[in-house]
């Protein structure tokens, strides 16, 4: 341990013994924006709400707990004009930048409320993450911008954890964005204390807002704290959408396209997609391509091979959106087996069955979590229990020999999703929260 850590970790296990007055409450015109990575290519719809804001004339300044890893960029970053700091990953990477943090703060006003709160957290959840977010917020209010009105976090844990304490070191109101993994992986006991602290926050599913409202009014907030935004699709992104194949699986000569797009992460279900894809019949003739990094692309590849696909299936790995918008145009059916992993982790409403709606192409996914809000069974897609790889592969079989179906399927879809799933709602009532808390301090 370097000097400056030891002498923090001494500093941490002290008490202020004294308190001075409260200040004023900052009154600034610009909104933080703190975020897990960035940016991040799977995480366009956070982009596009960025941009979105952006247009609607909010001044942001980005925050963001982790450097980019992503070897290409979603075009949308080229057009976000907020300029981008990073905090400390990990706190021995910049010990300097923390202990200067802690020297800065450790005498103001409201240090001891934040590490009192920090330490009852701690008592609960005994990890180096933990002391790790509490760092991380020492160096965001220490060099927070005295313009900083409010702070907002994306995704409910680690984020809204730095957001939060930060939020009390420096008397800025904080909110937040919860997503998927965020709300089902938390203990409780976190979300119901970050939503009785947070000014709102905002959630892009129904069943994810239920679960949240609830908890909500568990920790002695109203139900309306939780707001549900639907992230939607920016649809001046996506071009027309171009006809389709009309295959129906029996020459080999012209084979049923397939994509699927997603990282290969156990709750994407890709598993559940091969051994469907084993089930189909021999002289069925489909390709697909999987779009997407991840950490079980190996295991996946190698299960591929042992089930005699590796031949029908390409691996294409993690395309720019043009590249991927261009294999929607060039598929004939998405397929989205999606479930809850081991852990609890699961999607909320995966923007690629929009993307792929947008685009005319039927939908084929698992009846779980917030998925049935937007596909209807039947009507815009079909939908299959979630691990149940022979539910996948009827549904498979039945499209690829019917492309009459898969017309109908997939002109409803795309008609769904630009009448009722244009971002701009989205971004609109993220909007109107943001200038709610700037009324209310302007009140104040």
């Not at 600034?28 to 940016?39: A, F, N, Q």
């Not at 907002?152 to 993994?181: D, G």
């Amino acid at each position: 341990m370097t000097p400056a850590l030891s002498l923090l970790g001494k500093a941490w296990a002290l008490e202020i013994q004294s308190v001075s007055d409260l200040g004023e409450i900052p009154d600034g015109d610009t909104v933080v924006v703190l975020l897990k990575g960035y940016p991040r290519l799977s995480e366009t719809f956070i982009a596009q709400e960025l941009r979105g804001l952006e247009e609607r004339g909010f001044k942001l300044k980005f925050f963001s707990l982790r450097h980019p890893t992503d070897k290409k960029r979603h075009p949308i970053h080229s057009e976000i004009e907020a300029p981008v700091s990073y905090l400390p990953e990990y706190l021995h990477h910049e010990p300097m930048r923390v202990y200067r943090a802690w020297r800065k703060l450790r005498g103001g006003p409201l240090y001891k409320t934040a590490y009192a709160v920090w330490r009852r957290d701690l008592k609960r959840d005994r990890t180096r993450n933990r002391i790790r977010r509490f760092g991380q917020a020492l160096v965001l209010a220490a060099e927070l911008p005295a313009d900083i009105g409010h702070i907002y976090a994306h995704f409910l844990h680690t984020p809204a954890s730095v957001a939060r304490y930060a939020a009390i070191l420096t008397m800025r109101p904080w909110s937040v964005s919860a997503h998927a993994k965020d709300i089902w992986t938390s203990p409780d006991w976190e979300l119901r204390e970050k939503l009785a602290d947070c000014e709102w926050a905002a959630t892009c599913t129904g069943t994810g807002a239920a679960h949240l409202a609830d908890l909500a009014f568990a920790g002695g907030a109203p139900r309306d704290r939780v707001h549900l935004v639907y992230h939607g699709l920016d649809l001046r992104r996506f071009p027309s959408a171009p006809p389709h194949g009309m295959a129906d699986g029996s020459k080999l000569e012209a084979p049923v396209k397939l994509v699927t797009v997603c990282r290969a992460v156990p709750k994407k279900g890709l598993e559940d997609l091969l051994t469907a894809l084993s089930m189909l019949p021999n002289n069925l003739h489909w390709r697909l391509d999987h779009i997407g990094g991840g950490p079980l692309l190996d295991a996946l590849k190698r299960q591929a091979e042992s089930l005699g696909l590796s031949d029908k299936i390409t691996w294409r790995g993690a395309m720019a959106q043009a590249d991927v918008i261009a294999a929607y145009g060039a598929a004939d059916l998405f397929v989205l087996p999606a479930k809850i992993a081991a852990d609890g982790d699961r999607d909320g409403l995966p923007n690629v069955l929009m993307e792929a709606a947008s685009q005319a192409l039927p939908l084929i996914a698992s009846d779980v979590s917030a998925i049935p809000e937007f596909i209807r069974h039947d009507e815009t897609g079909l939908l299959t229990p979630p691990g149940d790889a022979a539910a996948v592969a009827k549904a498979l079989e039945s499209l690829i020999r019917k492309p009459d179906q898969r017309l109908r399927l997939g002109r409803a879809a795309e008609g769904r999703v630009r009448s009722e799933f244009n971002f701009n709602e989205g971004v609109d009532q993220i909007a109107a929260l943001l200038t709610q808390d700037a009324g209310r301090r302007a009140v104040a």
